[in-house]
């Protein structure tokens, strides 16, 4: 991943879609934890979490400016880098630990969404908590005036917060979460392969 972000980073064109898909994948996640919300019994760190997930996205999107002017406009095809794997990376995620779910706990319903939430967002936050870091170090070696890391400590203090909603949920959420964490691990793997041929492509052209 080291070697991946080092040539992002240096390619101009690259980099504005790299930030624009990030951008992408932070408003997708906002957007699921606000479809998981039940109206009567939401709480103020499920609402602060939603909140700073739509900020990271604007964040990121204003970052775009220190790569050059006029990048990315929407979140296109031709404006994100393995569009496809970027775009159902986190549903895919979602719809695989709701099946787990259903079959290991048979929830339903609100149970269903609110079990998923905390699964879905604590595996995603062990991956940013190795992402953002990596490539915050990759923009230090470039010298580039793009910086991530006002998105690292919230998400390390996301981490810490589902942990203690998960403590609350269950008394196995440990094994509940490493299975979220395998899923997910799979699929982010899938997503770097697509991420690799198309910054080979972009490199060679």
Not at 67 to 85: D, H, K, S
Not at 168 to 195: C, K, Y
């Amino acid at each position: 991943m080291e070697n991946l972000l080092n040539t992002i980073v240096t390619n101009a064109d690259l980099h504005a879609r790299w930030l624009n898909t990030l951008s992408l994948m932070e408003n997708t996640g906002a957007r699921k934890i606000s479809a998981s919300e039940d109206m009567a019994t939401v709480t103020y760190i499920i609402l602060k979490h939603a909140a700073e997930e739509h900020r990271h996205a604007f964040y990121l999107k204003k970052q775009l400016e220190k790569v050059g002017t006029n990048l990315c406009p929407t979140y296109a095809t031709e404006y994100l880098i393995a569009p496809a794997q970027s775009k159902y990376y986190l549903n895919l995620l979602d719809v695989e630990v709701c099946r787990y779910l259903k079959s290991t706990l048979q929830l339903s319903g609100a149970e269903l969404r609110f079990a998923a939430y905390l699964l879905v967002t604590y595996a995603i936050e062990v991956r940013a908590d190795e992402l953002y870091p990596v490539y915050q170090t990759a923009l230090e070696a470039a010298g580039s005036k793009v910086n991530v890391k006002s998105i690292i400590l919230e998400e390390e203090g996301h981490l810490e917060e589902m942990i203690n909603q998960l403590k609350s949920f269950s008394p196995d959420w440990q094994q509940h979460a490493d299975i979220a964490v395998e899923i997910e691990t799979r699929l982010f793997n899938n997503w770097i392969e697509g991420l690799k041929k198309e910054v080979l492509q972009g490199v060679a052209n």
